[in-house]
């Protein structure tokens, strides 16, 4: 299995203390080919990934995260991925599919489910993207038990606005890049004593942490 998809990887961290997280299965090239067809089959499989999606976001409690095993469309702000309820599915849905065609479609590994995630009101001095938070977030790759290394998960290069800037974004951009806690303990560890200590720094991904190599900003 592919190691950057959440099919992988989850099941790694769910004893720790991260949001609730459900799966619901589907065929992205089937999505694909309903989207340009009228044959009653496609709908029908469509009708009834919607409906369980629908039945897990009640489960979870609105309002959820939607992405999919391999990727979310947050840079879209949250039109791209926030059900705050049952009317916002269809559309945040197919703005997920059509994101992740947009960032996949030349890549062998193909989205497998819809990841649907307890939201996190997180504690962001502003926001970017059309109304998603910037909050303090960083992005760890490991191998194992060992941190490769580190990076803060927002260059002031890759935010973007879809109106006026907020006035003092990048002195905020610049407190949230307050160093994290270094240690060599197993990661996992770590990140359950992060949370112990602080109550906010959750592990809500981890792309690529199996596989990734990086010098940049590394330490042992």
């Not at 961290?13 to 067809?37: C, G, M, N, Q």
């Not at 945040?92 to 992740?100: G, K, L, M, S």
């Amino acid at each position: 299995m592919d190691t950057n998809s959440a099919l992988y990887w989850l099941p790694r961290i769910e004893h720790l203390a991260i949001p609730k997280t459900r799966f619901v299965a589907y065929d992205h090239a089937r999505w694909l080919e309903a989207a340009e067809s009228d044959d009653e089959s496609y709908r029908a499989v469509i009708k009834a990934t919607l409906a369980e999606i629908k039945a897990v976001a009640v489960e979870i409690g609105y309002p959820v995260f939607l992405r999919t095993d391999q990727a979310s469309a947050k840079h879209n702000g949250p039109e791209g991925y926030l059900l705050r309820s049952e009317d916002d599915i269809l559309r945040v849905v197919w703005n997920t599919v059509e994101d992740n065609e947009m960032k996949l479609w030349m890549s062998p590994e193909q989205p497998q489910a819809f990841m649907l995630r307890e939201f996190i009101d997180l504690n962001a001095p502003f926001t970017a993207f059309g109304g998603h938070p910037i909050a303090r977030e960083w992005r760890y790759f490991v191998k194992g038990c060992s941190v490769l290394c580190r990076h803060f998960y927002w260059p002031q290069g890759a935010i973007l606005f879809r109106s006026d800037a907020p006035i003092n974004w990048k002195q905020d951009l610049r407190r949230l890049r307050m160093s994290m806690p270094r240690s060599k303990r197993c990661v996992a560890k770590e990140w359950h004593r992060l949370w112990q200590l602080a109550g906010f720094w959750i592990p809500a991904s981890l792309t690529a942490s199996f596989t990734a190599r990086c010098t940049r900003d590394s330490f042992r």
